[in-house]
């Protein structure tokens, strides 16, 4: 089994800011997709933001303007720098990987909360 080990989730005030980071092991190869999918409670999983090996981006509309999404290939690791944020980004935030389309393997979340 995979483990990706996700790092930076806490409590900010509303217009703060904070980054997430998401290391897959460096023995992992053929990664097309990582990325971050979030969950509030009573709500379904959401994509926030995807980026794939061509450092191609995908962002809900949610969070477009506001959150950037990078990549470091050679470490296997991906980041979310979120800006402005607001109470309703406050979920559980999973990162996930993906040889493929589709996410093969997932984090283990981490909480953010946008709170005054």
């Known amino acids: 089994q995979v483990q990706l080990v996700e790092s930076g989730g806490g409590l900010v005030q509303p217009g703060g800011s904070l980054r997430l980071s998401c290391a897959a092991p460096e023995s992992i190869f053929n990664i097309n997709r990582m990325g971050w999918y979030r969950q509030a409670p009573g709500k379904q999983r959401e994509l926030v933001a995807a980026?794939?090996?061509?450092?191609?981006?995908d962002y809900a509309d949610s969070v477009k303007g506001r959150f950037t999404i990078s990549r470091d290939s050679g470490k296997n690791t991906v980041y979310l720098q979120m800006n402005s944020l607001k109470p309703e980004d406050t979920a559980v935030y999973y990162c996930?990987?993906?040889?493929?389309?589709?996410?093969?393997?997932w984090g283990q979340g981490t909480q953010v909360t946008v709170s005054s």
């Open positions: 996930f990987l993906s040889r493929g389309w589709v996410p093969d393997y």
């Open positions: 980026v794939t090996s061509g450092r191609n981006t």
